[in-house]
């Protein structure tokens, strides 16, 4: 794209003599059409936070094309994202399995564990990050009521779901909300 002396000083940000003085030192290219001074976009100095912002810009657009596409690096359909690929998800399903085959369906704990799975697949399903983060908050929460409802049944057997779901579940829910908040904030 061509821009005028006085659209290559504001990008530069520079007056137009010192424009005028680059190109004349042959430091900056340019044209004279019909007396007025063309300066090539492309020609102008970034300073490396421009450079950078460019680069990013580009890899952006790239993998929002190829993910448009369908594509990966070798030009092959690439896998989509799975709420099966969260580690909550993972670490939840069993204990509703084992709940189930312990308690029941009707219990509040497998209950409480069904709304687990549920919110989880929910925040991994939703593109706002605001809304993934409430999802994911209502899992933590609901993974609090299945506690609750375990250790109140009183069962020696279902200490170790208690544990898993304090220990590992809880620890992989908040890593999700981290990672969501950084992301957030960049």
Not at 40 to 57: F, I, M, N, W
Not at 161 to 168: D, G, R, S, Y
Request: net charge positive; proline share 3%; charged share 30%.
């Amino acid at each position: 794209m061509k821009l005028s002396l006085e659209q290559a000083a504001a990008r530069l940000g520079k007056s137009e003599r010192q424009v005028r003085y680059l190109i004349m030192n042959g430091r900056l290219p340019a044209e004279k059409v019909a007396g007025r001074w063309l300066i090539d976009s492309a020609a102008l100095p970034l300073s490396p936070g421009q450079q950078s912002a460019v680069e990013r810009k580009e890899r952006q657009l790239r993998a929002a094309v190829e993910d448009g596409l369908g594509l990966s690096e070798a030009n092959e359909r690439a896998p989509r994202y799975s709420v099966r690929d969260l580690k909550a998800f993972q670490l939840a399903q069993p204990v509703h399995g084992k709940a189930l085959a312990l308690l029941g369906a009707d219990h509040p704990a497998t209950a409480a564990l069904r709304s687990v799975l549920g919110a989880l697949t929910r925040g991994c399903h939703r593109f706002d990050y605001g809304e993934k983060a409430e999802a994911y908050r209502l899992a933590r929460d609901a993974t609090s009521e299945a506690i609750v409802e375990l250790l109140l049944c009183g069962r020696s057997e279902t200490d170790e779901l208690v544990a898993l779901l304090e220990q590992e579940l809880m620890a992989a829910l908040a890593g999700l909300l981290r990672r969501l908040d950084h992301k957030r904030r960049r």
